[in-house]
């Protein structure tokens, strides 16, 4: 049996992009991956797929598995020979418990490594635009805790004296306690108008934040319904928050936006709404899987009799390719056909194969994909293959054969389902509270949604979110389900449709 090891793995304060390099490398080989809930879920996707997941969090109703037990864990994996990554929020030695746990493994004689990551101070001083170090105000920085335990509560650090200190002060659990601290980092010898920011959630599209002063901070934090986890920054440096905090003033910050396209699907979307500060709610509504299809082989053995090959979506161009290249090991396989596609996504995916494309319509619709054909030149029994899915709209391959008298042949290469929402976890966050927007990216998408309503009922007092259409196909949808439409993009493309909720929301 091999060796087992337990990797003390700092997970960062929150963007999965602040992860290092090492604790990635990790996470995906790992066999077992021990996390709590201060590491990004989203970590989680990116282990192998035996990998076994231990969650020793707080659960709601239940009280959090005691420190030993948590050891015990460890211990027990690694002593099966396992690789085990103990993921822990922010850094493993600051206020992490790291410590106790390496001792352990020490004593057990379990061997073990520790990788750092980025602290919440660090993290949460960065997206507030608070210097922690500045020539002119601060020369140090404290990191400090509120409360040592959770569970008793007490206080072991001496304010008083850290008002002393004379720099940067990072107070982390310090939320529950805050007027008391304030009080007596006062009564130590700072001014009542020292500055003082606390950001929740740091480094995440939920970060929220204020700045006040050492005098107001307690009722701020009240007012503005701040929670834990935060991290309390106080000094002369924290001043800067009016000028720097940029991470709270890009265009969508602050605003949760639903998508509800296939998970496969949504990455370039999600990736847009979170590069300009969106915290994105995932609804996968369809599910898109590969066809069994028994037409692909007879299709393939008569490639080369087709003048032109016509790519209805991107998930059509992708499953075809796929397919084609289990068949053939070489692109001229595909013969001297023209290609059209229906809009640039969809180009996108056939370029990506060297291949060029001779028409794009205007409009990514099917109706001017059409139209864009039959004046291109003679259709009249022109061999053509349409590559679609299993719900395609038949108008396109209808006014080829009648109107262009061409020899149609259709190839659907994937299949659009609807999804359950029942175990979604972001639906269940959807449902608590709500999104500023939602996006339809499809017919489909619409269908889906209006037929799984009652999963996606929101709470009382949920924001109702703004319903946002790529384009004129799904927009129609929209109307027939009684679906109303806030905004459509102005053509049927990510970005249209990114710069359709900015400018609904901003
Ligand atoms: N080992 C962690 C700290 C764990 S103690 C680290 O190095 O960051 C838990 C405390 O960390 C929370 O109560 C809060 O004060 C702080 N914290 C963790 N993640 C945070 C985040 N994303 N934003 C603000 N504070 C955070």
């Given at each position: 049996m091999s060796e087992g090891k337990v990797f003390l793995v700092g997970a960062g304060p929150g963007d999965p992009g602040l992860v290092t390099v090492r604790a990635r490398e990790l996470i995906e080989t790992c066999d077992v991956l021990v996390y709590d809930y201060l590491a990004n879920a989203e970590l989680q996707s990116w282990v192998k797929a035996d990998c076994e997941l231990v969650y020793v969090g707080k659960r709601p109703g239940r009280h959090s598995i005691p420190q030993d037990k948590i050891e015990d864990i460890l211990v027990k994996h690694a002593n099966e020979g396992k690789q085990v990554v103990r993921l822990k929020g922010g850094d493993p030695f600051v206020f992490g418990r790291g410590g106790e746990e390496a001792c352990r493994l020490h004593a057990d004689g379990i061997e073990f490594e520790i990788v750092p990551a980025v602290t919440a101070a660090l993290g949460a001083a960065a997206c507030a635009g608070i210097p922690l170090t500045h020539r002119e105000h601060s020369s140090s920085v404290c990191f400090l805790t509120g409360h040592e335990d959770m569970e008793?509560?007490?206080?072991?650090?001496?304010?008083?004296?850290?008002?002393?200190?004379?720099?940067?002060?990072?107070?982390?659990?310090?939320?529950?306690?805050?007027?008391?601290?304030?009080?007596?980092?006062?009564?130590?010898?700072?001014?009542?108008?020292?500055?003082?920011?606390?950001?929740?959630?740091?480094t995440l599209p939920r970060q929220r934040s204020l700045c006040a002063t050492l005098a107001t901070v307690?009722?701020?934090?009240?007012?503005?319904?701040?929670?834990?986890?935060?991290?309390?920054?106080?000094?002369?440096?924290?001043?800067?928050?009016?000028?720097?905090?940029?991470?709270?003033?890009?265009?969508?910050?602050?605003?949760?936006?639903?998508?509800?396209?296939?998970?496969?699907?949504?990455?370039?979307l999600r990736g847009k709404l979170e590069a300009l500060g969106a915290e994105v709610l995932s609804l996968p509504l369809i599910k898109i899987t590969e066809a069994e299809s028994h037409e692909t082989v007879d299709v393939f053995d008569g490639m080369a009799h087709y003048d032109w090959v016509v790519f209805t979506s991107p998930n059509g161009a992708r499953f075809f390719f796929k397919k084609f290249f289990e068949k053939f090991a070489d692109l001229r396989s595909i013969g001297g056909v023209r290609i059209a596609c229906i809009g640039e996504s969809t180009a996108r995916e056939v370029k990506s194969q060297h291949l060029a494309v001779d028409v794009i319509p205007e409009t990514a619709v099917a109706e001017s994909l059409a139209e864009a054909l039959l004046t291109e030149q003679s259709l009249d029994s022109v061999n053509m293959l349409v590559v679609t899915g299993n719900r395609n709209r038949d108008v396109l391959i209808k006014r080829l054969e009648e109107e262009g008298h061409a020899i149609v042949d259709v190839l659907p290469v994937y299949t659009n389902e609807p999804s359950d929402m029942s175990e979604e976890p972001d639906a269940e966050s959807f449902r608590q509270r709500?999104?500023?927007?939602?996006?339809?990216?499809?017919?489909?998408?619409?269908?889906?949604?209006?037929?799984?309503?009652?999963?996606?009922?929101?709470?009382?007092?949920?924001?109702?979110?703004?319903?946002?259409?790529?384009?004129?196909?799904?927009?129609a949808a929209m109307k027939e389900k009684g679906v109303p439409i806030d905004a459509e993009a102005k053509e049927s493309s990510i970005d249209a449709l990114v710069a359709a909720i900015v400018k609904k929301l901003v």
């Open positions: 008793r509560g007490n206080m072991h650090v001496d304010f008083a004296k850290a008002a002393q200190l004379g720099g940067t002060l990072c107070i982390y659990m310090g939320m529950g306690h805050i007027s008391e601290i304030t009080d007596k980092l006062i009564a130590g010898g700072l001014p009542p108008e020292t500055p003082v920011a606390v950001i929740e959630w740091a307690a009722e701020a934090k009240k007012k503005a319904g701040l929670k834990p986890p935060a991290i309390v920054i106080v000094g002369e440096v924290a001043r800067y928050y009016g000028e720097l905090n940029w991470f709270e003033r890009r265009p969508l910050s602050g605003k949760r936006i639903a998508i509800t396209r296939s998970r496969e699907q949504a990455g370039e709500g999104a500023d927007a939602i996006t339809f990216t499809s017919a489909s998408t619409v269908e889906n949604f209006v037929a799984q309503s009652g999963q996606l009922q929101l709470a009382k007092g949920a924001t109702r979110p703004k319903a946002i259409s790529i384009g004129p196909i799904t927009s």
